[in-house]
């Protein structure tokens, strides 16, 4: 996939998110489950979410182009034993299987 394709894909994402009422002073959380709720409505019968996602993790691992540090392993802002409580998470779960 071209830098091209990926900035035409995160134009249309942007659009399709601004149809569903996300403005200017969205939260992370916010701009998170409205993509995902795109992605839900789409039909596809197999969606993975990213942990990184579900707790509104901004940095990434794995990005491609840097060779200077080591990104692939970042830290969550959530501990492995409080995810099943966090409200982020809650949350999109709770959007993913089709609840308000």
């Known amino acids: 996939m071209s830098a091209e394709d990926v900035q035409g894909a995160r134009a249309?994402?942007?659009v399709r998110l601004r149809r569903?009422?996300?403005g200017a002073d969205?939260?992370?959380e916010d701009a998170v489950?409205?993509?995902y709720r795109q992605l839900f409505?789409?039909?596809?019968?197999?969606?993975?979410?990213?942990?990184?996602?579900?707790?509104?993790?901004e940095s990434r691992p794995n990005v491609p182009g840097t060779t200077?540090?080591?990104?692939?392993s970042?830290?969550?802002p959530v501990l492995l034993d409080d995810l099943?409580?966090?409200?982020?998470?809650?949350?999109?779960?709770?959007l993913a299987r089709g609840e308000p």
């Open 12 to 14: 249309e994402l942007l």
């Open 20 to 22: 569903d009422d996300l």
């Open 26 to 28: 969205a939260t992370p």
């Open 33 to 35: 489950l409205a993509a």
């Open 41 to 57: 409505r789409s039909g596809s019968r197999l969606l993975c979410m990213a942990l990184e996602d579900a707790v509104c993790q």
């Open 68 to 72: 200077a540090e080591r990104n692939w």
């Open 74 to 76: 970042l830290p969550l």
């Open 84 to 94: 099943a409580d966090d409200p982020r998470v809650i949350r999109l779960l709770a």
